[in-house]
């Protein structure tokens, strides 16, 4: 087990997931039903699901296409995104 790909990967995910969306609808769903662990049970085992597939899905993107590629690929598509978003077309 390699600690510093551990942590690393646990800093990037924590911090780029701080007040984000996913908070804010848990903050949501946990003010609206009262019910903080059915709430938290509930977004761990999405988090774990969602966080298996990405894994999965780039290691198998890796076998095929450069890192740097891939990053290039994510930033770009983040972009397109925010423009889409700023001129409210998604």
């Given at each position: 087990m390699d600690w510093?790909?551990?942590?690393?990967t646990f800093g990037a995910v924590f911090f780029a997931e701080l007040a984000d969306k996913t908070q804010l609808v848990g903050i949501g769903m946990a003010a609206k039903t009262g019910k903080p662990i059915s709430v938290w049970l509930g977004s761990v085992s999405a988090y774990i699901i969602v966080t298996i597939i990405s894994v999965f899905l780039g290691s198998i993107l890796a076998r095929f296409i450069k890192p740097?590629?891939?990053r290039y690929l994510g930033a770009?598509?983040?972009?397109?995104?925010g423009v889409l978003m700023l001129l409210k077309t998604i």
């Open positions: 510093k790909v551990i942590l690393a740097e590629l891939m770009s598509l983040f972009i397109i995104i």
